[in-house]
């Protein structure tokens, strides 16, 4: 989303990986980005399955959860889903990345620090490579609006070519409170702005959640800690509204699964992976509130209704 406005689609130059923990699985997994061709957009890759790899084409129809993060599947295998997808997500799109192969061997994505920087700094230690093929992008055409209880994300028409996020989150917790911040997210504002900003949690949570079979791989080496109104790592925090940093980060890596880029102005109050995801089905549910668009200017557009975006069945979430 950072090189919206650049005509020609982007991959790696070479294959890059690493290993870390599920946040909520706490097993160990390997990740491996590898380059994809052009138009294939970005692609999951369950491995270490019986019978072999399943491929799960990262999309807005392929979620299948986002209780606690974006999960990943197919019809009729909850054995190949791929949980906590959002922040490499969010790392390839800020940093322009259109076709990658992501191969991950357990059940979701490592957490690394719980930020979407050890990824940026993978991919730019495997380069990027231009494509030849034009790359396109989602034009907003109407006002989009989704919302449960005063939470919303609404999806607005906007002239820039750079995708524009207003966040406002609000927590009774008094480390966080309310707060709000907007990004346009020109080329380097994701890597300055928002990578380095980590998942949060609050200790009063965390028995609950193991007991759910969730969250058995969070610690204060990969989340913020929040105990009441004290911070519980050693290091405080990385920017004084770290929290709504990383809500914008989720949102860019959620939206990402457009499969193209947005063109368009998002404004979202007190909302999560669950209302990022609906923001997106009801943008396909009609053809008439966007069209596909070469970004190369002066191309042609096709509306909606030609665009495969919109083709697939939605699935719960």
């Given at each position: 989303?950072?090189?919206?406005?650049?005509?020609?689609?982007?991959?790696?130059?070479?294959?890059?990986?690493?290993?870390?923990?599920?946040?909520?699985?706490?097993?160990?997994?390997?990740?491996?980005?590898?380059?994809?061709?052009?138009?294939?957009?970005?692609?999951?890759?369950?491995?270490?399955?019986?019978?072999?790899?399943?491929?799960?084409?990262?999309?807005?129809?392929?979620?299948?959860?986002?209780?606690?993060?974006?999960?990943?599947?197919?019809?009729?295998?909850?054995?190949?889903?791929?949980?906590?997808?959002?922040?490499?997500?969010?790392?390839?799109?800020?940093?322009?990345?259109?076709?990658?192969?992501?191969?991950?061997?357990?059940?979701?994505?490592?957490?690394?620090?719980?930020?979407?920087?050890?990824?940026?700094?993978?991919?730019?230690?495997?380069?990027?490579?231009?494509?030849?093929?034009?790359?396109?992008?989602?034009?907003?055409?109407?006002?989009?609006?989704?919302?449960?209880?005063?939470?919303?994300?609404?999806?607005?028409?906007?002239?820039?070519?750079?995708?524009?996020?207003?966040?406002?989150?609000?927590?009774?917790?008094?480390?966080?409170?309310?707060?709000?911040?907007?990004?346009?997210?020109?080329?380097?504002?994701?890597?300055?702005?928002?990578?380095?900003?980590?998942?949060?949690?609050?200790?009063?949570?965390?028995?609950?959640?193991?007991?759910?079979?969730?969250?058995?791989?969070?610690?204060?080496?990969?989340?913020?800690?929040?105990?009441?109104?004290?911070?519980?790592?050693?290091?405080?925090?990385?920017?004084?509204?770290?929290?709504?940093?990383?809500?914008?980060?989720?949102?860019?890596?959620?939206?990402?699964?457009?499969?193209?880029?947005?063109?368009?102005?998002?404004?979202?109050?007190?909302?999560?992976?669950?209302?990022?995801?609906?923001?997106?089905?009801?943008?396909?549910?009609?053809?008439?509130?966007?069209?596909?668009?070469?970004?190369?200017?002066?191309?042609?557009?096709?509306?909606?209704?030609s665009a495969p975006i919109a083709a697939a069945a939605a699935a719960p979430v």
């Amino acid at each position: 989303m950072a090189e919206a406005s650049l005509p020609a689609q982007r991959t790696l130059k070479a294959p890059i990986g690493c290993t870390g923990i599920g946040l909520h699985s706490g097993r160990k997994v390997a990740l491996t980005l590898r380059p994809a061709p052009e138009g294939s957009g970005i692609v999951v890759r369950r491995t270490g399955l019986p019978g072999g790899p399943v491929t799960i084409p990262a999309r807005w129809d392929h979620v299948v959860d986002t209780r606690r993060s974006t999960v990943l599947g197919v019809p009729g295998r909850p054995d190949a889903q791929v949980g906590t997808v959002e922040h490499l997500l969010a790392a390839l799109a800020g940093s322009g990345i259109d076709n990658v192969v992501a191969e991950v061997d357990g059940p979701e994505m490592p957490v690394m620090d719980g930020s979407a920087a050890p990824f940026v700094f993978l991919i730019e230690c495997a380069g990027i490579a231009v494509q030849d093929a034009p790359r396109q992008v989602i034009e907003i055409l109407r006002p989009v609006r989704v919302e449960e209880g005063d939470a919303f994300v609404t999806l607005l028409p906007d002239a820039s070519p750079w995708l524009g996020i207003d966040m406002e989150i609000e927590f009774a917790s008094a480390a966080i409170r309310r707060q709000s911040r907007a990004i346009r997210l020109t080329p380097g504002a994701f890597k300055a702005e928002l990578a380095r900003a980590r998942t949060f949690g609050f200790a009063e949570e965390i028995e609950a959640l193991r007991e759910a079979g969730l969250a058995l791989g969070g610690s204060l080496a990969n989340a913020v800690v929040l105990r009441g109104a004290t911070v519980l790592n050693a290091g405080g925090l990385r920017y004084a509204d770290e929290f709504v940093r990383h809500k914008l980060l989720d949102a860019v890596g959620d939206l990402a699964l457009a499969g193209h880029r947005l063109r368009a102005k998002v404004v979202a109050r007190r909302a999560g992976h669950r209302l990022n995801n609906l923001a997106l089905r009801a943008l396909f549910a009609d053809p008439a509130n966007y069209r596909l668009v070469d970004a190369l200017p002066g191309a042609s557009v096709r509306d909606g209704a030609s665009a495969p975006i919109a083709a697939a069945a939605a699935a719960p979430v």
